[in-house]
């Protein structure tokens, strides 16, 4: 392992090294974190528009206005944009990950802490050139947040394909090469930067977590970028990579020879291991909490590290399945569906797993546990209808269709998002030294989970009854009046549900300052983040370098003197 000493760094001393250009990992993780806040918030808001546009397609909004057609495509692709890569690629990676990987394999910072606050700085730049497309001549581009060509290939293609879109997808390169450096970090950090004592198999599940994410983010997001780069080409400089020979309005393009399909490789061959990055920290968390506040270890440790290395590696073999459409070989097809469907085993295993750890266990019911078991409600849930969009005879007649964002809405959307909200209250006495409300939390827990089963369960319902997806007005089609209802239910649930989260803001901001003062070890955890003072010091140990004596979830232990044996307790009882 490379010497400790040579990542330490002094306490910084002014208020712009201590909280605007720190190199501390615990000040970038808490940027991150509220970077990843703010955007989920203008990504919910946009969300709302669109529910309401669909409802109420001719209504007249203060301050916006009437919605047109093209203004809700431009709605669908900020929306989709914003919640993928600054939400759910933000907050569980660069927010946690950042904030509690070094100490929880006993590391004083991150390798390499100079990288890691030019990484949070290009992920902010990235964000705010991203915002800035909302305000240029044209707009917010409107080519779906998968940007396919030749819609997002032409300046000339529609509104907002113009520097809106330019900025979109200088927004994504930037956004690449900031996760680039980021990955470059974690995985120097969980190689060369453990403690003593801390072997791979004794990390906690949520460092192993971290760390296969940053390898597909290293491996995902070099596609997407160079993609992006040869986007760029196409719709400035005239190169050809992803236009063919066409016409627009009777007009020859004077492009030739390139392939859109080109483009939907390059995008899938990053977009599907995504899905995994933003869904991975949070199976590491669900398994952290579920052990925590089940009083048991994890139930097969080794399985659940397998099945995220197995995930991991299956994530990058599966990307045709977003493809069927396209008129590929059904030969192909078949292979990605054989893929797709064995990426459910893994899957599958991890969930027996959590439900193993649950079985029979003393659980104590707190708000981090409450939503970590959502987590897996909505896992399950989002993940049943999986297994249909992999079959190519299914996906056909359901790839247009609402099934498909009620499928990856519950699975990586909520999901991921309620992973979020169980490492918020689960990690937020170790970063404030202060507890959150309970009764608030529980309230938020209640109203999210019903809130989003009644926005994104129907959705299949609509899919099967043949509901387009991206439509900007559906009162106009006859075969789907009697579904309006419905539509009307989930607009309503979607705004009760946005509600909510204003419960979670104040109860964040409040016990931040108002909140009961939190001892060390309010959960009675055993990883090494507990064995410190709350909130940590600069170099998480007060000076000490810890020592690991046993394994993360060392709960329940015959012939220990309490129902828990930390990391750092001498190895006096057999482990599990």
Known sequence: MVAQESHQHSAPQGFIRKWVFSLDHKVIGLQYYFLALTAVFVGMFLSLLMRIHLIWPTAVLPLLGEI???TYLSLVTMHGTIMVFFVLTTAPQGGFGNYFLPIQIGAPDMAFPVLNMLSFWTTFVAYVVMLAAFFV???????????????SALQSAGPGQGLGADLWITSIALFCIASLMGALNFITTTLDMRAKGM?????????????????????????????GILLLMDRNIGT???????????????????????????FW????????IAILPGMGVTSQ?????????????????????????????????????????????FAFSIMTMAIGVPSAIKTFNWLGTLHKARIRFQSPMLFAIGFVSLFVSGGLSGPFLAQPALDIPLHDTAFVPGHFHLIMGVAAIFGIFAATYYWFPKVFGRMMNEKLARIHFFLTLIGTYSVFMPMHYLGLAGQPRRYSQLTELAYLHPLMGLNTFMTYAAIVTVAAQLIFLFNLFWS?????????????????????????????????????????????????TRDYVMQSDPATVAAH
């Open 240 to 266: 050809s990579f992803f236009l063919p020979l066409g016409t627009i309005n009777g007009q020859l393009t004077g492009h030739r020879g390139g392939s859109p399909l080109l483009w939907q490789h390059l």
């Open 199 to 227: 072997s791979m198999m004794r990390m906690p599940l949520t460092c192993w977590s971290w760390f296969i994410t940053a390898i597909l983010g290293l491996l995902a997001f070099g596609v997407l970028l160079s993609a």
């Open 289 to 333: 909490v579920l052990s925590t506040f089940s009083r048991k270890p994890i139930f097969g440790y080794k399985a659940m590290v397998y099945a995220m290395l197995s995930i991991g590696l299956l994530g990058f073999m599966v990307w045709g399945h977003h493809m069927f459409m396209s008129g590929m070989s059904p030969y192909t097809a």
């Open 269 to 276: 061959f990053f977009g599907h291991p995504e899905v995994y």
């Open 512 to 560: 931040m300052f108002k909140g009961p003062k939190a001892s060390d070890n309010p959960w009675e955890a055993t990883t090494l983040e507990w064995t410190t003072a709350t909130p940590p010091p600069h170099d998480n140990f007060g000076g000490r370098t810890p020592v690991v004596n046993n394994g993360p979830y060392e709960y329940s232990v015959p012939g220990a």
């Open 137 to 151: 001549v044209g707009g917010a581009p409107l080519h779906g947040w998968t940007g396919y060509a030749p819609l």
């Open 68 to 70: 047109k057609p093209e």
